[in-house]
């Protein structure tokens, strides 16, 4: 399909900018909100006086819900970061000739390891790491390495055999196919799976609160722990809104339509 | 001119091809034909190295294949194959750069060279130069196949049962396209197929193969009457031989000057296959038929007799 | 392709040197007078010394030298090699608590060290390699894993006592039993009801295009929200729902406990549970309802004899993402007081015990590979022979 069917980039400046909002504008929406509630949480003590009328303190204040919010994307950024890139790369290196000897392995570890539950993974790596953000980081790490390895390999294998064949008789070489004809070609599939891997991410994390990280799990964990309805409530919606954000980021990338 | 020495594959225990020898002249049309799995393809496929040979030489030119680096040998070579192999992320022009991209065309010859594929090709640049490739037909997509392989204008052109996939029909225009393309362009072809019309329409040789081996090579017409073995003849067809044969012959070659009698009502045109005259005949229960040229005027006359193969003196 | 056959199988020999190595540098178990204190850590070679940790390497070379020329003959023993050294691990185990134990310290406990952990993982990769490569089925996967399971059950019922794992255990056997009745009840009512209301909700979506529309985009919505988060959203609106009503707190319901659990989890099991079978009515070939109706079925025995029939494995498939991912997060809902499995591990968090945390995540894992394995056998089934 054309680009211009489907995604209405016309001639001039203010029409590409109203296009290029149209495209954006939910994701955009979903994060003013996120940072509005970020920063201006203050502002609801009525709102939340209402759930927790008889306690002294309903806004959470141990730490800045900035800091919260921003340990919480960073902790998932670099596990996501540091799993697409060793996913990928693990998922193409087997996939080579030099690998291939290792694709059946990989492929049944993806596929079962998908299975663990999260929080299982989560809770093994705090006896073999230690409290803290890089027991996090690793088990998030690992983890998220799951769907992306699958994906990967279904993306590369999904490619019709003629288009591959095609492409070496044509005497493209090996890296020039991977560019140009692989990865463009299972950019999708890959995508997918990079985002289940975030979205999974993001939720793990805030269960890490329980295992000394501090992100925005910690008000629903204190709010548990002190009995404060409005705690929680503060967080539950703060990654509420982060994962929605993210996620409808990632459905607008992936929104550019594929050909073929 | 490309040559083979005594080649042979083995995959595992298994021998795909079995010391076959072939060569193919500059500007031939060799087709390979064989029941599926006789290593037609596999033989096709070592020519540009997709496979590598286990034992013999492959040379073209005169020179062996493996002197070659293998990516620049096949950026040499047009390869078409059944399912096109375009690729589902790029254009029909984009897909057609494909070889003079990787050769470093600037630009501007690239465009240009692809635009007149597309009109060798009877596709209309407007039309189809920024279509994806599902969106063309399978004729349309296979002729873009087609443009691709030729567009750095090898001189050899490798083609794997390129036209298999397509409805009957379609193939045949396909074929006839092919023909025209052949007597302009002048390519050495190798032609794989397992439809024996399709090869005996097209090739100037034919090779026919069975169990990793060469059984019979020769013109079609040769093959045709000293069919090497029963599994020849049952390939050309067996009884259907005669009509294969009429099918190679003119309408041109047969036709006698107008006799002392009236012009025949039913015509048939002097460049139709012998085979349609005799249809025509059958179906009007007609022994003569009146031979036009292009422009409908009568220039002879056939009859069953001399179709039969009174031989013109 | 001889000559590839007849090549090393790199998998098998990069696993098991990793698997050497780390027998020969890590610690294998630690040893503590009781719980608090942490214990102290030993080596393979200094619990019986060298020669006898170099001897327990041997089937792990032998297994080795066999996949430096694999054919199907030697990956068959290299497979009954690693059986019998994962069945071998647990009575090692026993030898080492004779060796280490202490009589006059009836509370010491036997820790498991990082490198069984590490030979246990990798041990496990090597059965999976040598599974995919002599082309045998799951089932047989598992079945190879009974004299494993029955020698940690030997181990464990007549020498294991000081493993740290089996103290917390004993510590706790009926809560441990009522946790995972309770894990298993929890999972199977939110899946069952889920299963229900995905059966209607796919129904009405195949009749109503704009509720399909409006439906997905809502359940993915559910679906993309933190567990956490969600447990703790429906935290305040049931809290105050069953502080107005008292028939509903009579019930059980309130702000924690299983209520908000069992919501959520009913909330994350709709949208595979919706797909899936709105996908597998969806997905039957058209050509085959033409043919039941050009039979002369009746649009209800189309849809019940052939329609239903055919999509059962599909939604069978969305059963078994359910359930698995049920069983993660129902673990989660502990945190809000949904008892199950979750309780331990948050309680081993809590007190810095970490055999505890394992207690609470090895059956987790377990019960979720069982499921996988269980409902994924049921589906294939059904798919082939049409009805089990």
Redesign the interface.
């Known amino acids: 399909m054309n680009e211009s069917d489907t995604l209405p980039v016309p001639r001039g400046h203010a029409s590409r900018g109203i296009a290029l909002w149209r495209h954006w504008s939910v994701p955009l929406i979903w994060l003013a909100l996120l940072l509005a509630l970020t920063f201006g949480m203050s502002q609801l003590e009525a709102l939340l006086r209402l759930i927790e009328p008889d306690t002294r303190q309903v806004l959470y204040q141990r730490t800045s819900l900035a800091t919260l919010l921003g340990q919480h994307v960073f902790v998932v950024a670099v596990a996501s970061v540091l799993a697409i890139v060793l996913g990928v790369g693990g998922a193409i290196a087997v996939t080579r000739p030099a690998g291939r000897d290792f694709l059946p392995l990989v492929a049944q570890v993806a596929s079962i390891g998908q299975t663990f539950p999260p929080v299982a993974v989560l809770a093994l790596a705090v006896p073999a790491l230690g409290f803290g953000t890089l027991p996090i980081i690793v088990a998030l790490l690992l983890y998220g390495l799951l769907p992306i390895v699958r994906n990967t390999l279904a993306g590369l294998s999904g490619i019709d055999p003629g288009v591959h064949e095609a492409a070496r008789g044509m005497g493209m070489t090996r890296g020039q196919i991977l560019r140009q004809v692989e990865l463009p070609l299972a950019a999708p599939v890959i995508f997918a799976g990079i985002r289940t891997s975030v979205t999974i991410n993001i939720a793990t994390a805030a269960i890490g609160a329980t295992v000394g990280a501090s992100n925005l799990g910690d008000p629903i964990i204190s709010g548990i722990v002190n009995g404060n309805t409005a705690y929680i409530v503060q967080g539950a919606l703060l990654i509420g809104l982060l994962a929605i954000t993210v996620d409808s980021t990632f459905e607008r990338l992936l929104w550019r339509p594929m050909t073929g | 001119m490309i040559e083979l020495f005594d080649v042979t594959k083995r ?3 298994e021998t795909a091809v079995d010391g076959i020898s072939l060569r193919v002249e500059k500007g031939e049309f060799c087709a390979l034909v064989g029941t599926s799995g006789c290593g037609k393809s596999t033989t096709l496929r070592m020519i ?1 190295r ?1 496979i590598e040979h286990s034992e013999g030489e492959i040379h073209l030119d005169g020179q062996p294949v493996r002197s070659f680096n ?8 047009g ?1 078409v ?9 790029w254009t029909v022009a984009r897909n057609i750069g ?2 003079p991209r ?1 050769l470093k065309w600037p630009r501007g010859k690239i465009q240009a060279r692809t635009d007149e594929l597309l009109g060798l090709l009877g596709l209309p640049r407007e039309e189809f130069a ?1 279509k ?3 969106q063309l037909s399978g004729g349309q997509a296979q002729r873009v ?1 087609v443009a ?1 392989a030729l567009a750095a204008d090898p001189e050899i052109l ?1 083609m794997d049962e390129p036209f298999g996939a397509l409805d009957p029909i379609t193939r045949q225009t396909l074929q006839r396209e092919l023909q025209d393309l052949q007597a302009r362009l002048n390519k050495t072809v190798v032609f794989v197929t397992h439809d024996m019309d399709e090869a005996l329409a097209l090739a100037d040789r034919l090779v026919v193969m069975h169990q990793g081996r060469i059984v019979q090579q020769g013109r079609p017409i040769d093959l045709l009457h000293d069919p090497v073995d029963a599994f020849v003849e049952s390939l050309l067809g067996g009884m259907d031989r005669g009509l294969k044969e009429a099918s190679l012959t003119c309408v041109s070659e047969r036709m006698a000057p107008f006799g002392p009698r009236l012009l025949a009502s039913e015509r048939i045109p002097y460049r139709a296959p012998l085979s349609q005259a005799l249809s025509v005949m059958l179906w009007h229960r007609v022994e003569r038929l009146t031979v036009v040229d292009d422009e409908d005027i009568p220039i002879g006359e056939l009859s069953l007799r001399r179709l039969l193969g009174a031989k013109p003196s | 392709m001889t000559t590839e056959r007849c090549s090393p199988n790199w998998v098998l020999l990069c696993l098991m040197s990793a698997g050497l190595l780390a027998w020969l540098t890590l610690e294998a178990v630690s040893i503590a007078p009781n719980r608090l204190v942490a214990g102290t850590p030993h080596r393979a070679h200094e619990v019986h010394g060298w020669w006898a940790a170099l001897l327990a390497g041997l089937p792990m070379l032998g297994v080795m030298v066999l996949a430096w020329r694999p054919g199907t003959r030697r990956l068959q023993a290299a497979l009954a090699l690693v059986v019998g050294l994962l069945v071998a691990m647990p009575l090692w185990l026993a030898t080492a608590v004779m060796a280490l134990a202490d009589p006059d310290i009836p509370q010491a406990r036997l820790g498991i060290g990082a490198s069984l952990w590490l030979l246990l993982f990798l041990w496990l990769l090597v059965l999976i390699e040598l599974r995919t490569r002599l082309n045998l089925s799951r089932a047989f996967g598992w079945l190879l894993l009974l004299p494993v399971v029955f020698a940690w059950w030997l181990s464990l019922s007549f020498w294991l006592e000081p493993l740290a794992l089996y103290r917390e255990y004993q510590g706790r056997s009926d809560q441990f039993a009522s946790a995972i009745a309770y894990h298993l009840t929890l999972v199977g009512a939110a899946v069952g009801a889920s299963l229900l209301l995905g059966i209607v909700l796919a129904l009405c979506m195949r009749r109503y295009a704009g509720m399909r529309k409006a439906g997905f985009g809502l359940l993915n919505v559910v679906q993309t929200i933190p567990s956490l988060a969600l447990f703790g959203l429906l935290l305040a609106p049931l809290a105050w729902l069953s502080a107005r009503f008292d028939w509903l707190a009579s019930m059980g319901v309130s702000g924690i406990g299983w209520a908000p659990a069992w919501l959520a989890l009913v909330g994350y099991s709709l949208l595979p549970m919706v797909r899936n079978t709105y996908v597998a009515l969806e997905g039957v070939a058209p050509a085959v309802i033409e043919s039941a109706r050009g039979m002369g079925m009746s649009r209800r025995q189309t849809f019940l004899q052939v329609r239903l029939p055919l999509a059962l494995p599909v939604v069978l498939e969305g059963v078994r993402i359910t359930t698995v991912q049920a069983i993660g997060l129902t673990a989660v809902a502990a945190l809000i007081g949904a008892g199950g499995l979750g309780t331990f591990i948050f309680q081993g968090l809590g007190q810095a015990a970490m055999d505890l945390v394992l207690l609470g995540a090895l059956p987790i894992i377990g019960l979720a590979l069982v499921a996988d394995a269980l409902l994924g056998a049921l589906a294939e089934r059904l798919r082939h022979g049409g009805t089990p």
Do not use: K
């Open positions: 995959f595992g225990s540009n997709l293998e990516e620049l040998l096949r950026r040499r070579i390869y194959i059944q399912n096109t192999g375009l690729f589902p992320h494909l070889v990787l920024d994806y490739p599902h196949g691709r490798l």
